[in-house]
Each structure stands twice: as structure tokens, then as C-alpha cells.
């Protein structure tokens, strides 16, 4: 059974922040509009890289948007004009996603460490169970990293996620995931201009939100792959950032 078997054809939007990502976007643009899902349409939201990526967005958009029936686009590129986080890139994203009628809004990095092909089981799942949220993880069964990522890297991940899950009390075991895919209504639910997290922290902030709100979520095994090419955007004010997010939002959720 095919993906479109499963779904229909709804619309649904992948939302893929880049900053200098030239030389992985090429490749993943060639595997995301390959996936047999009618509807899909990949979203670039570009924070002005001086490498280049944003011309090589355009450049892509044009050519898988040619000779498209009924004028329906499969690719389109937001261009930003600061580098503010890759939470508020994922909310410009998200937020053009919905505006555009998209049922259905997937995260995904640039790098190549999602497993594209993991997508259509994504949408299956949620469109079989209704479910809000659907996250591609690491740390269910059957899920795993790459073992290039090193025995520190892996027991900060894992570390990181025991900690935010142990703050917020929540039972998503890979909450710091950046591969999730969710349904219109919980975004909308959410209300994503209301999001204050700026960078990777973005993406416990949302899941915490929409289960507040009364979403499910479902958890899928992927393995996560050490990026194809460039080097990470993790940096200090990330990690610090990380780590007072879950502080913030448990205080906020005692006095509400």
C-alpha cells in the first residue's frame, strides 16, 4: 500500500530551515520530491546564506515547478533577511505551510540525518490514528543514532532528552526530536506566534504546548544519520538556551 493509498492526497508541507546547507540541498530537494505522495510540496525557509543556498533554492523551485498541472507548485522558498533561530525559522515556515492549506506540516533538516524515506510511514500513521503529532524517534524501539556521532554526543543527546522529559513530567520519550510531523488543527491549537524559543529548545516547547493542548502523539523508530556535509549549528547559546527552556515552561504551567 502506497502513501497515497493511505491518505488521499491531502495536502502536506515539509518545512526545511537551511543556513548554508549548498551542498546537501540538491540532493535532498531530489529525495523529498521523489516520495510517491501526491500533495507534497517542500518549503525552504532560507536565513540568507552567504553560501549560496538561497539562490540554489530558487534555482531548484524553478525546475521542479515547471510543466506542473493546474499551476500547483511542488517547491517555494521563504527568504529571511536575519538569522534569529531555528525556532522562528520553523514558525515562519509552519505558519506560510497553514496559510496554504496544508492538512498536514512535517520538520525536517537540511542535513541529510532524517531518514526521507521514513515520511509516507509518518503520514500513514497519522492519518490511521488521527493523532496530532507524529515524531520520528531516536530512543523508541527499533530507533537508533549513527555511530559516527561518538559515545559524548550520545549520552548528551540522551541526557538532554531525560532531563526536558523529567522537568515537564511528559511521557515522549524523544522530545528534543527535530523530525516530527504534525496535522493543521494541533499548530493551530498551539498558536505558533505565541512560541518563545528561538533555537533547538523550539522543539520541546511545541511538543509540551500541544500536548497541553490535549494532543496525542505517536512515536515511530528512525535511525538519525550524522549529516552528510557542513558541520552543526549547535553552539553554546543553544545548549544554555536548552537547558532553561523546560525550567521556564514547567513554571509557567504551575502558575496557569
Not at 551542498?23 to 536565513?47: C, F, Q, S, T, Y
Request: proline letters at 4%.
Amino acid at each position: 500500500m502506497t502513501a497515497n493509498d493511505r491518505h488521499g492526497g491531502v495536502p502536506v508541507t515539509i518545512v526545511m530551515p537551511t543556513y548554508n546547507e549548498a551542498a546537501n540541498l540538491p540532493r535532498m530537494a531530489e529525495l523529498v520530491l521523489g516520495l510517491p505522495i501526491d500533495g507534497l510540496h517542500l518549503k525552504i525557509v532560507d536565513d540568507s546564506s552567504p553560501d549560496g543556498t538561497g539562490r540554489i533554492a530558487d534555482e531548484l523551485a524553478e525546475k521542479y515547478n515547471a510543466d506542473q498541472a493546474h499551476g500547483r507548485r511542488r517547491m517555494s522558498v521563504l527568504h529571511r533577511t536575519e538569522k534569529d533561530g531555528l525556532g522562528r525559522a520553523y514558525v515562519a515556515g509552519m505558519s506560510a505551510a497553514l496559510a496554504e492549506g496544508a492538512e498536514y506540516v512535517i520538520q525536517m533538516d537540511a542535513d541529510g540525518s532524517h531518514p526521507v524515506e521514513a515520511v509516507p510511514r509518518m503520514l500513514g500513521t497519522a492519518v490511521a490514528s488521527g493523532v496530532g503529532l507524529v515524531v520520528g524517534s531516536r530512543y523508541v524501539e527499533g530507533g537508533s543514532l549513527d555511530e559516527e556521532w561518538g559515545r559524548h554526543r550520545v549520552l548528551l543527546s540522551r541526557f538532554a532528552n531525560r532531563y526536558a522529559r523529567t522537568v515537564l513530567g511528559t511521557k515522549i520519550r524523544d522530545i528534543t526530536a527535530g523530525f516530527n510531523l504534525w496535522s493543521a488543527a494541533t499548530l493551530r491549537d498551539v498558536d505558533l506566534a505565541t512560541l518563545d524559543s528561538a533555537g533547538y529548545s523550539f522543539q520541546v516547547e511545541l511538543k509540551f504546548k500541544a500536548v497541553r493542548a490535549g494532543h496525542s502523539a505517536v512515536e515511530i523508530p528512525i535511525r538519525f544519520e550524522e549529516r552528510t556535509e557542513g558541520v552543526s549549528k549547535m553552539n553554546l547559546s543553544t545548549q544554555i538556551e536548552s537547558a532553561l527552556v523546560p525550567l521556564r515552561l514547567r513554571m509557567r504551567n504551575r502558575r496557569s
